[in-house]
């Protein structure tokens, strides 16, 4: 692996981009090398109290790993169950001869995030060998620790039963048997030994010389009161368990990865040298994608065994490696995201890799929608109504509202203009109220583009300026209209991609779209919200306080229940909203009164000086609002807004309360239902909990590197 | 000038970002137009969405009506079946999303009598909470989802119900080696802590009971069975009570070795007969939904089965079962707007009543002999009128 110092291309582009300013961080001072055991004086063991805490919690911490290892990995757990659905929780009844299009996403999402990474990320300095080391040799400790606090496995006899002793066979006469039954004595002399040691020290003053006794002494007992917890179990209970050596010999696999861990760890460490493990970097994202690289390579190689649910069948082969269904589809994704984020860092400093960022934003936003529509639905476009209408219409608009764009943005228009705009508005406005009444039959989306052309010709002044500029504004119109008019003809179009309910997927599929759409509407409401509470109009005050308040007011499974169960009720006949569409509806109006109030926040930080300055310039409200205000209010609230992100993609579970299949409610009702795994469901929630956990910390971990990047809370 | 581009460029985003919220809000508006459209038998909602399905059954109905459900199954192709999604035996939820079970195969045996076809079903599995308010907005058209006919739903709720396809009832659990039998009685059980989920009738019944047998006893609830059958492994629970099918489908899979449970008393307390649920006033689609419950039970009463319905067919062995398989020219399923062999094709793709019940109950250890859901000829409940 090559090591390389930060990344010079950072530096020019970022003086460029206003979002990404980059402070150098100030120099610490150089902290002295200590050894382990110096460290573990002065950080553990330095006094009585700290000791004993010490103590404490190291065997609070052992007791709860042991406890939650026995019951991940006890014979009782049927993870057949989690294998066996490992599809079905993640896209419910998704057809598996269309698997490729849920894959086609994923890539899709892998290769736009390597080329963020790579093309905009401002990656720093990266990990420092030191700290890597470290945490690959902790690691393989933490592996090993694992493997040995782990109980024995118990007997199987050939029906896969788990074999009992015989009553009155207790293993009392060994050792493992003696330690077991007198465990509680054994643990409470240890700590009883503990406590008398710390006074000892105390008194002999050992504490403020900073002898080494202490951590010596304190260390052998707690390495006693593991070895206590850990023989215990081998003398234990009604259950016939194997020996020592081949409970270690079943987890030879284990032992292989702790080894390697520990040993490339300790190959860094040793083989640099102090100087050199300071002072030089990988790139975290090489850090990623070498744990990726393991994990999939232990796809090929260990055999985590091959569970499906097959025409009818269940295919069960527990020495066998995954399918290759899931192995060759990982291992493609894992290599478009090297590929694309080496592309990305090597377009970077490249006038092409600049003019790529904003159209990669754009395609951000884009994404959502088209991998919905376009590739996981299929849509059957139907092509003579396509040719008839849609292409006209979308034609029309384009030309006729490219028209009128050019016509408004000339720079001396002037109050024709804003009359011609305000027109426009009231044609568009009336147009709706047709609508209501049913007036003038006009497909839907002829009265949205309208009200689009409405909304750009009031802003169009704004963007007045010579031909170049004009002709911007009269492209970004166009390219609107034709991205609308083409999602609004894939919305329309039935799927042909066929399942046996009626919604095209659920599981952990549901939760992402349901999250990924909630932020997308519900960001530019909050946005709104915001500036109109802070707005200087009382009827726009009114209203924005009026919302926020309700809905913040009203709890957020009330909201589901109406959008999912009852609000078709007060459709009109025949009319209907699926339930991922009402799903959606109910978070984002809840989560658009959060954001507005997070926003708020943020719009409160912006000093005045600001808006003076945005007004001596000679700005607009909109402009100032835009180019100013906006910006750095949506910096500050960086922390909240992103903690109602996080809050907002846990809360999707209350799905599985209002009757969706989300990921909770296949792990928790569906599986424990099906006969063949009748009853098991602890699990599945212990699996659910698990992947949930992995998306939040991600996105907590990378909030916080975006907020050290914009210097929030040191401005 | 590059400095007036980036304004300008992040403006459009924005601005494009608008338009897309819009295009989805443009989805919730014109979505619900494609269901009308689809949905609706005369399609008025002018160019939006061209409506497809309707020739094929314009000749074999002729009485047309506004309102008519069958007519607006028979355009959609397609039936809507609400369906539990998790209760065992009845209708599971495969790995792959598929449903299987006694009630599935009936929404299946429905769609065969309606299109000849027992894979045109779209399986909505619905919440007991949920289950009446989409047959109500019509997003189901039929339950098939372990509900209970009682008076209240058939009134206050505004549901009707289809002829019982499985008499249930509920019934208590306990360990042999606790000394209860099958021919324990719920006097036996007095000061036992009794465990059920929270919410149900269940609850209320086993109280009943208990109070109708002069006896005192714990009650317990829990969220749900999982939960219940969980506690009465650990020994929390004496006796466990709910639907004799469930408790069956318990012992048949939860069991452990070397425990041996028993279900009594013989006799339920309480009924529960589970069958069709649909709208009120649809006449036309519950005559289709009955019907082919009682066609599976007369191929039953005659032993026409899925694999000689054929045989049957070309040779009837009576004049009823020409009618019903649609061989003889008094046949009765064009005056119900459906092909003449209807029946034949649910016989043939889903089976008689007998095989839908033994392929998904025998395995969980419901037999039909002496209990309620044999037929009327061995003593049982399982009754279907004559074809005629």
Same mark, same amino acid.
């Given at each position: 692996m090559t090591s390389t110092m930060g990344d010079p291309a950072a530096t020019p582009a970022a003086t460029a981009d206003l979002w990404a300013q980059e402070r150098e961080p100030a120099q610490k001072p150089e902290e002295p090398s200590l050894s382990a055991g110096e460290w573990l004086g002065r950080n553990l063991f330095s006094s009585p109290v700290n000791s004993l805490l010490t103590v404490v919690f190291t065997l609070l911490v052992l007791l709860a790993g042991r406890g939650l290892l026995n019951f991940t990995f006890s014979e009782e757990r049927v993870w057949r169950a989690v294998k066996t659905n490992m599809r079905f929780l993640f896209t419910h009844a998704y057809p598996q001869e269309q698997y490729a299009r849920v894959w086609f996403c994923v890539g899709a999402v892998a290769v736009l995030s390597g080329l963020s990474i790579g093309l905009l990320a401002k990656t720093g300095r990266g990990i420092s060998m030191k700290k890597l080391s470290m945490n690959l040799m902790a690691a393989g400790g933490a592996i090993a620790v694992g493997i040995l606090l782990r109980e024995p496995s118990a007997t199987v006899d050939s029906e896969g039963l788990v074999v009992h002793r015989e009553p009155g066979t207790a293993l009392d006469d060994s050792f493992a048997g003696w330690i077991d039954a007198n465990s509680l004595a054994l643990l409470g002399l240890l700590l009883a030994a503990n406590v008398a040691l710390a006074v000892w020290f105390r008194y002999q003053g050992v504490y403020l010389r900073g002898g080494p006794e202490p951590r010596t002494a304190h260390g052998v007992l707690v390495l006693a009161s593991a070895a206590v917890l850990i023989v215990q179990q081998y003398g234990e209970g009604e259950i016939v368990r194997e020996s020592f050596g081949s409970a270690m010999a079943d987890r030879a696999w284990w032992w292989l990865a702790a080894a390697l861990l520990g040993a490339a760890g300790g190959a860094l460490w040793f083989g640099l040298g102090d100087a050199r493990r300071r002072n030089t970097f990988v790139p975290a994202m090489y850090v990623f994608f070498g744990a990726g690289a393991l994990m999939v390579l232990s796809a090929w190689v260990y055999p985590w065994g091959h569970y499906a649910f097959l025409e009818g069948e269940f295919i069960s082969e527990p020495g066998s490696t995954v399918a290759m269904t899931t192995k060759l589809p990982w291992t493609v994704m894992l290599v478009l995201l090297v590929a694309s984020f080496e592309a990305g860092r090597a377009l970077r400093a490249t006038p092409a890799g600049r003019r790529l960022r904003v159209p990669l934003n754009l395609l951000w936003v884009l994404a959502p929608f088209v991998l919905y529509w376009a590739v996981l639905r299929d849509p059957d476009l139907d092509w003579d109504h396509v040719l008839s209408t849609d292409i006209p219409m979308a034609l029309f608009f384009a030309a006729f509202g490219g028209l009128a764009v050019w016509f408004l943005a000339h720079p001396r228009i002037g109050e024709v203009g804003r009359v011609i705009a305000v027109a426009l508005v009231g044609v568009a406005v009336l147009n709706w109220v047709a609508a209501f009444f049913g007036w003038y039959p006009m497909l839907q989306k002829a009265r949205i583009s309208f009200l689009l052309l409405a909304v750009v010709a009031l802003l169009a002044h704004n963007f007045a300026g010579d031909r170049t500029h004009r002709m911007r504004l009269v492209v970004a119109w166009v390219a609107i209209m034709a991205v609308f008019h083409w999602l609004v003809t894939l919305v329309n179009s039935p799927s042909t991609v066929d399942t046996p309910t009626d919604a095209l997927f659920g599981g952990f599929a549901t939760t992402l779209t349901v999250a990924t759409f909630t932020l997308l509407l519900a960001f530019p409401m909050g946005v709104l919200l915001a500036l109109a509470r802070t707005s200087k109009l009382p009827i726009f005050r009114v209203l924005a306080t009026a919302y926020i308040e309700v809905f913040r007011g009203v709890p957020l499974i009330t909201l589901l229940f109406f959008f999912v169960l009852i609000f078709n009720l007060f459709l009109p006949g025949g009319m209907s909203l699926t339930d991922i569409a009402g799903a959606t509806i109910g978070f984002a109006l809840f989560s658009a009164a959060y954001l507005a109030e997070n926003i708020r926040g943020g719009l409160q930080a912006v000093r005045r000086g600001q808006y003076e300055a945005s007004d001596a310039v000679g700005f607009s409200t909109v402009q100032r609002t835009l180019f100013i205000v906006l910006p750095q209010a949506l910096r500050v609230s960086i922390p909240p807004l992103v903690g109602q992100v996080i809050a907002t993609f846990k809360e999707t579970s209350l799905l599985a309360v209002a009757g969706m299949f989300d990921f909770l409610r296949i792990a928790d009702k569906v599986i424990s239902a099906q006969s063949e795994f009748l009853g098991v469901k602890r699990e599945g929630l212990l699996f659910v909990s698990f992947i949930y956990w992995i998306f939040a910390y991600n996105m907590s971990k990378h909030s916080q590197r975006i907020e050290k990047r914009l210097g929030v809370g040191e401005r | 000038m590059s400095k007036n581009k980036r304004p300008l460029w992040r403006a459009l985003a924005v601005l494009l970002a608008l338009t897309l919220v819009a295009a989805s809000c443009g989805d919730d508006g014109d979505d619900p137009e494609v269901t009308a459209a689809t949905e609706a038998a005369a399609p008025e909602t002018g160019d939006e969405e061209p409506a497809d399905a309707t020739t094929t059954v314009a000749d074999v109905v002729d009485d047309t009506q506004d309102g008519d459900i069958l007519e607006t199954i028979l355009a959609r192709g397609e039936l809507n079946c609400g369906v539990s999604g998790s209760a065992v035996a009845f209708s599971e939820t495969q790995p792959d999303g598929s449903q299987t079970g006694f009630d599935a195969d009936y929404c299946r045996a429905v769609a065969a009598a309606l299109f000849g076809d027992a894979e045109a079903v779209e399986f909505t599995p619905l919440t007991a909470a949920e289950r009446f308010t989409a047959v109500q907005t019509g997003e189901v058209d039929v339950l098939?989802?372990?509900?209970?006919?009682?008076?209240?739903?058939?009134?206050?709720?505004?549901?009707?119900?289809?002829?019982?396809?499985?008499?249930?009832?509920?019934?208590?659990?306990?360990?042999?080696?606790?000394?209860?039998?099958?021919?324990?009685?719920?006097?036996?059980?007095?000061?036992?802590?009794?465990?059920?989920?929270?919410?149900?009738?269940t609850e209320q019944n086993v109280a009943d009971a208990a109070e109708a047998a002069g006896i005192e006893i714990e009650l317990t609830t829990f969220e749900d069975f999982d939960q219940v059958t969980e506690n009465f492994i650990n020994d929390a629970c004496d006796v466990i009570t709910t639907d004799g099918s469930a408790l069956v489908g318990r012992k048949a899979n939860q069991q452990p070795a070397g425990e041996n449970?028993?279900?009594?008393?013989? $006799?339920?307390?309480?009924?529960?007969?589970?069958?069709? $649920?649909?709208?009120?006033?649809?006449?036309?689609?519950?005559?289709?939904?009955?019907?082919?419950?009682?066609?599976?039970?007369?191929?039953?009463?005659?032993?026409?089965?899925?694999?000689?319905?054929?045989?049957?067919?070309?040779?009837?062995?009576?004049?009823?079962?020409?009618?019903?398989?649609?061989?003889?020219?008094?046949?009765?399923?064009?005056?119900?707007?459906?092909?003449?062999?209807?029946?034949?094709q649910v016989i043939l793709q889903v089976g008689n009543y007998d095989e839908i019940y033994s392929r998904h109950l025998n395995p969980v250890g419901l037999t039909r002999e002496g209990s309620a859901n044999a037929g009327w000829l061995d003593g049982g409940l399982i009754y279907a009128p004559p074809a005629r």
């Open positions: - | 098939m989802r372990n509900t209970t006919w009682t008076q209240s739903r058939d009134t206050e709720v505004g549901m009707d119900f289809g002829p019982t396809t499985y008499y249930d009832g509920q019934q208590l659990m306990a360990r042999e080696g606790d000394g209860f039998s099958g021919g324990s009685q719920v006097a036996d059980i007095a000061g036992a802590v009794v465990c059920t989920n929270a919410g149900t009738t449970w028993v279900i009594f008393p013989a $006799t339920p307390i309480s009924k529960e007969p589970l069958g069709p $649920t649909y709208g009120q006033n649809q006449s036309r689609f519950a005559d289709v939904v009955n019907w082919t419950v009682y066609a599976t039970i007369i191929a039953d009463e005659k032993g026409i089965t899925s694999a000689n319905v054929a045989d049957m067919a070309a040779n009837p062995p009576d004049a009823e079962a020409a009618r019903l398989l649609g061989a003889a020219d008094d046949e009765q399923q064009s005056n119900m707007g459906l092909a003449p062999d209807a029946f034949y």
